[in-house]
């Protein structure tokens, strides 16, 4: 692997989070801190979140717009974070992208994982958080320790257990005089 930082090499997003270990008030704000200082285009920081802590209604109200087979999972962690963007140009949801990458940089950081998950019922949560009208729910975070990954289900497990893979620089590149000067 090239020289990166060990921040990016190891970050992971498990499903087997701790299901009682807690987001403490200081992490929780380091990790809205790093979103902040995230880039934006005309310094706009169209990024907004709505952080429930397990248990609290927040993160009920969030965990139930969740697809049932992620609730399985996603119950157990610490906290689950909306990621949502003002309404505007296309590229909000480029920027809420950049602060949450942020966010899941410090959280390796502090030893806490991060898993993303798209699928969700925006307009629930929209309603169900009185969001205003103006911002659009994009992605919901699930942040915590590290949990025991036997505890998760056989179809799940298998998922967890497999090695992570990545596609060579030279795939990603459009141009294959580029990808020569990467392979």
Request: charge should be neutral.
């Amino acid at each position: 692997m090239a020289n990166l930082t060990p921040l990016l090499a190891f970050r992971w997003s498990p499903r087997s989070f701790d299901p009682v270990a807690e987001l403490s008030r200081e992490d929780a704000s380091a990790l809205l801190e790093a979103a902040r200082w995230a880039p934006s285009a005309d310094n706009a920081q169209p990024w907004r979140f709505a952080l429930g802590h397990r248990d609290d209604e927040t993160f009920k109200r969030i965990l139930v717009n969740l697809p049932e087979p992620d609730q399985r999972w996603a119950q157990r962690a610490s906290a689950l974070l909306l990621c949502a963007h003002r309404a505007g140009p296309v590229g909000h949801a480029y920027d809420l992208g950049q602060a949450v990458a942020h966010l899941t940089v410090q959280a390796t950081a502090l030893g806490l994982y991060v898993r993303q998950l798209r699928d969700l019922d925006r307009a629930g949560l929209a309603a169900d958080l009185d969001l205003p009208v103006d911002v659009r729910p994009h992605v919901v975070a699930a942040v915590g320790q590290l949990g025991d990954p036997l505890s998760l289900p056989a179809d799940l497990l298998r998922s967890e257990a497999g090695l992570r893979r990545r596609l060579p620089p030279a795939e990603l590149l459009l141009t294959s005089q580029v990808a020569r000067s990467v392979s």
